[in-house]
């Protein structure tokens, strides 16, 4: 679809037709680099890896409204501005064993640990975000949905599964 296209669908309130489908299950993964037209389903977790921005424009928002019953703000000239119309396949990841993504900025990992781990060599940070189960690191336990930054200096750098079946996403930077 060209922005031409897309601008008339915005127009005509018909956005959705135009967008793809993905059907996913618990344990799916996709990258959204930046330029990628998306929306997230319900029952869907987001992790986003970005630069400190917080920034998001609203293209479309599927005619939901705030907490007052008005209709939330939309940024269609700048998200049309940053939109990569030439991205138009989007696709499941593969993991190829524990990796699931390596780009030149940063690396993610999805681990499932059932005992002792080191989060990173010493020297290294990492960001880790606990998926399923739960997990302690120096003094500090975390459940699913919270995340731990991991200094470069950290002493203990141990991850240690409190429950069965533990996962984390470990994201990196590349050395």
Known sequence: MTREQFEEALRAGTVAEHVHTIRVKEGDAMFL???????????NLLIEIQQNSDTTYRVFDWDRVED???PRQLHADQALECVDFSDCKPQLLRPK??????HPLFEIQKWNIDSSREITPRGQFAIACCLTGSLR???VDFAPGEFL????????RLLEPLSART?????????
């Not at 064993?97 to 390596?102: A, I, P, S, T, W």
């Not at 930054?149 to 203990?156: G, K, N, S, W």
């Open 33 to 43: 680099p930046a330029g990628r037209l998306h929306a997230v389903g319900a029952g």
């Open 68 to 70: 007052k019953g008005r």
């Open 97 to 102: 064993g524990e990796l699931l993504l390596k």
């Open 137 to 139: 690191c120096a003094v």
């Open 149 to 156: 930054l991991i200094p470069a200096e950290l002493q203990d």
């Open 167 to 175: 996962s984390l996403l470990r994201v990196t930077i590349p050395l």
